[in-house]
């Protein structure tokens, strides 16, 4: 799997977006990227994924650059509650989920 | 439909005491996966398993880990004769199949 550079920390006010980087720059072209976030003590929780294409969810939009070295997870409305580690992975397409390989993440702090 | 059932969600241990930890998959997965978690460190992976079979247990400890899945009942993951060292927050994860991966609450050990 293609290692990822995430910044450590990052802060963002309360009701505006939260856009989160994440470089993939070894990426293959079969190799999909993935986010997820821990929020304090509890268990990692899938949020989006994409190859190529920019993604929407109820959660959260990918936006993948077009040489796919790297994304952006948006977090369009940031409130109180999406504080916690935002992980972004990536794996090759049809490859076991259950054995990712997590960095150490952008700790991102929403602040009022 | 209950999400991963881990427990408990908090053990202690003295030194050179057995500790067990639960994960009960959600209904319908057959595969698990364990993760530990150090204090201010990414999750590693450690072993994954299916219905009585470990299929790949390349990130367990040589020596005095030890998990299992059986036919009936929860999967265990087994730490023998435990060190300070092995106090970390262990993550159960489940699936239906390789395309995604579910995780639980965690159990938070504390070896004292």
């Known amino acids: 799997d293609a290692k990822t550079t995430q910044p450590t920390s990052m802060d963002c006010a309360e009701g505006r977006a939260a856009n989160l980087p994440c470089n993939h720059s070894?990426?293959?072209?079969?190799?999909?990227v993935y986010w997820y976030r821990q929020i304090h003590s509890q268990g990692p929780q899938y949020i989006i994924h994409g190859l190529k294409n920019n993604e929407t969810n109820e959660m959260a939009s990918l936006i993948i650059t077009e040489d796919r070295k790297s994304s952006t997870l948006i977090l369009p409305h940031a409130t109180l509650r999406d504080t916690a580690v935002y992980y972004c992975?990536?794996?090759?397409?049809?490859?076991?989920?259950?054995?990712?390989?997590f960095g150490d993440g952008t700790t991102l702090t929403v602040k009022p | 439909n209950a999400g991963v059932m881990q427990n408990p969600r908090h053990l202690v241990r003295r030194r050179g005491q057995e500790a067990r930890l639960r994960c009960s998959p959600m209904?319908?997965?057959?595969?698990v996966y364990w993760y530990r978690q150090l204090p201010e460190e990414g999750l590693k992976f450690m072993v994954y398993?299916?219905?009585?079979?470990?299929?790949?247990e390349s990130g367990m400890p040589k020596e005095r880990f030890s998990a299992e899945f059986p036919k009936e009942g929860p999967s265990i993951l087994r730490i023998q004769q435990v060190v300070r060292g092995d106090s970390a927050a262990y993550f159960c994860?489940?699936?239906?199949?390789?395309?995604?991966?579910?995780f639980g609450q965690g159990t938070r050990l504390t070896v004292v």
């Open positions: 209904k319908g997965h057959s595969h």
């Open positions: 994860a489940s699936s239906p199949d390789i395309t995604e991966a579910f």
């Open positions: 398993l299916q219905k009585e079979n470990i299929i790949d």
């Open positions: 992975i990536v794996r090759v397409g049809g490859t076991n989920a259950g054995k990712s390989t």
């Open positions: 070894t990426i293959s072209g079969n190799e999909y």
